[in-house]
């Protein structure tokens, strides 16, 4: 993951994950044989693929929080520019739900 956050820093983008995010990736990274080592894979896959093509397609822009969440419906992670009202959320602001998980907002740079 340093890797990671050292070329989204490059380009001023902060990578926030929910609690749920976090949880999903851990299990799909865990197998009883191997350990965590298939974390790498999964972070991979799951994480920096989505968000290469999200900024490749203009939907992440350099400077944007971008978000790592769980979507409900299909139980798959998903990563997005984070919102106004979403960042003052994690941040302890406001309180405004910007939907999603209802768990709080974590930094995965504190995470991992």
């Known amino acids: 993951m340093g890797a990671l ?4 820093a490059a380009r001023s983008v902060t990578l ?8 999903v990736l851990a299990d799909l990274g865990y197998n ?8 790498k894979r999964v972070i991979q896959k799951e994480l ?4 290469a093509k999200a900024l490749l397609a203009g939907d992440i822009c350099d400077g944007d929080d971008a978000i790592v969440e ?3 419906t299909s139980t798959r992670i998903v990563v997005r520019r984070m919102h106004a009202d979403e960042h003052r959320k994690a941040l302890g602001g406001d309180g405004v739900d910007g939907g999603g998980d209802a768990g709080e907002v974590v930094d995965t740079t504190a995470v991992v």
């Open 32 to 39: 009883p044989e191997f350990g965590a080592r298939p974390l």
């Open 70 to 72: 769980v979507d409900l």
């Open 5 to 8: 956050r050292e070329r989204l």
């Open 16 to 23: 926030v994950a929910t609690p749920a995010a976090l949880e």
């Open 48 to 51: 920096e693929a989505p968000l």
